[in-house]
């Protein structure tokens, strides 16, 4: 009998390196990675090229009926690459034009209902890891392993930095330090499903842990996990 297989779930604030560790447990796993922040950043870069009126309930229902959303692998990346009505627009949602829109986008009720009914569906069959904002409150609050990361302010705003600046080397750390304190705000304030710590879930604090520290700590987690699984 193979091991039964359970949901990851990584949420946390914004540049905590949530997808990257995400797509690691993945591949170590052999797991399903799925970036919910891909969902609404697809979301909002179709409301931004349309002039979608956030404001107008009619306005956004309409948009979200001629939207389709799915991932397909990119060998190059070896992760997955978001498709918006037939388009690959994986590089296209990085930019920041995208970033300084997509927190008041994702704060609708209707388009997060949207989006959890999109990735509850990926989770039907388990083996699955997901990050996010709300995957372990809202999405899936049954989740076997919830990780809540987080990370010093300084230190995610010159991630955040070094990220934008290969493809936008004009952008400066006061315009990044707005972005993410602008997306901080409206993550844990928004009326629908805001940031929140699930009351089961490991927080990872990765201020001062290397990418491969903090790996190890998550897939040794994981692991205790899957073996609780496997042994109920």
Known sequence: MSDQKIIIT????????????????AAALGYVFVDSGAMYRAIT???IRHQVN???????????GSIQLHFVFNPSRGASDIVLNGENVEALIREMAVASRVSEVAALAR?????????????????IVMDGRDIGTVVFPQA??????????????QRRLKELQATNPAITVDMVRENLEQRDYLDANRTESPLRQATDARVLDNSKLSPSQQFEMALLWAREA??????Q
Not at 111 to 127: N, S
Not at 146 to 156: G, L
Not at 226 to 231: L, Q, V
């Open 10 to 25: 990584l949420d946390g604030w914004s540049s905590c390196g949530k997808s990257t560790l995400a797509k690691a447990l």
């Open 45 to 47: 870069l179709f409301f």
């Open 54 to 64: 956030i404001a107008d309930p009619l306005a956004v229902e309409k948009a979200l």
């Open 111 to 127: 388009v997060r209902q949207f989006a959890v009914q999109q990735q509850q569906r990926l989770g039907k069959e388990k083996g």
């Open 144 to 157: 076997e392993l919830k990780i809540f990361m987080t990370a010093d302010k300084e230190i995610r705003v």
């Open 226 to 231: 899957i073996r609780k699984a496997n042994a």
